[in-house]
């Protein structure tokens, strides 16, 4: 139960750390000033959420490893996230839905997690439920003064749809520890959180104007620490002071 319960959180730890390393890399590159400080911010969010998701794995594990030993520590099989939160940002417009549809997934699942008969991940997602509340809404107002703005905007947030699309059906798997999830469970069930999710995404991609998203075609990988290529890259930067100064104290 231990076993599953660490990799379930080190999953979710995962897609936290990674997107938020993605959207730090916005920092100074934002196309206006107010995004210049909000992408950042979301960033913060995602990366204050994985480092209590990683504190708690240091308390279950028991041997010693804290929440930088266990973000910085490790080889690129071992991360377990998501692959759409690896991949590169692209423009603006595709970090902006690929945000949106991250929030749009994690509002349900915090909301649900709220209830879960883990006191500590209770307390996580209560605090953690607020901010994607947040990110959601930012990111899926933007979807829509992209996709239903300019000649070039339009095309760039179809291009960005196609883009994405592949990676969506990854959201919903669950691991072989299937006895945490669902009802009176630890975490909520992913798959059940398939229907509003495209409801959700549906109604705002609508009234963008944008195609509705196919998830019969499906990559996934990531849960068994199979990645990309770009997420080698993406580790020799999010790595590289610990790499560099190993054990250092400040």
């Not at 209830?115 to 933007?142: F, M, P, Q, T």
């Not at 080698?232 to 002071?241: A, E, I, K, V, W």
């Amino acid at each position: 139960m231990t076993t599953g319960l660490v990799l379930s959180l080190l999953q979710l730890a995962d897609d936290h750390l990674i997107l938020g390393h993605r959207l730090s890399e916005w920092c100074g590159h934002a196309p206006m000033l107010e995004e210049d400080l909000a992408m950042p911010n979301i960033a913060l969010d995602l990366i204050g959420q994985a480092r209590a998701l990683y504190s708690y794995i240091g308390e279950i594990e028991g041997n010693g490893r804290d929440e930088d030993s266990i973000a910085f520590g490790r080889i690129e099989p071992e991360y377990r996230n998501l692959l759409i939160c690896e991949v590169p940002n692209g423009d603006f417009g595709r970090t902006m839905l690929r945000q949106f549809y991250f929030s749009c997934f994690m509002l349900l699942f915090w909301e649900q997690a709220q209830l879960s008969s883990d006191n500590i991940l209770a307390g996580i997602a209560a605090k953690a439920v607020k901010e994607a509340r947040y990110h959601r809404r930012h990111c899926g107002e933007w979807v829509i003064r992209l996709g239903d703005g300019t000649e070039e905007s339009s095309k760039r947030m179809i291009s960005a749809c196609e883009d994405l699309e592949p990676y969506l059906g990854e959201l919903f798997e669950t691991d072989a520890v299937k006895s945490q999830f669902g009802p009176n469970s630890i975490f909520p069930d992913r798959e059940a959180l398939r229907t509003d999710w495209m409801d959700d995404v549906i109604e705002v991609l609508g009234t963008a104007l944008l195609p509705k998203p196919d998830l019969t075609h499906a990559q996934s990988g990531g849960r068994d620490g199979r990645h990309t290529e770009d997420m080698g890259h993406l580790l020799t930067q999010l790595q590289y002071m610990q790499r560099t100064f190993p054990n250092m104290t400040w």
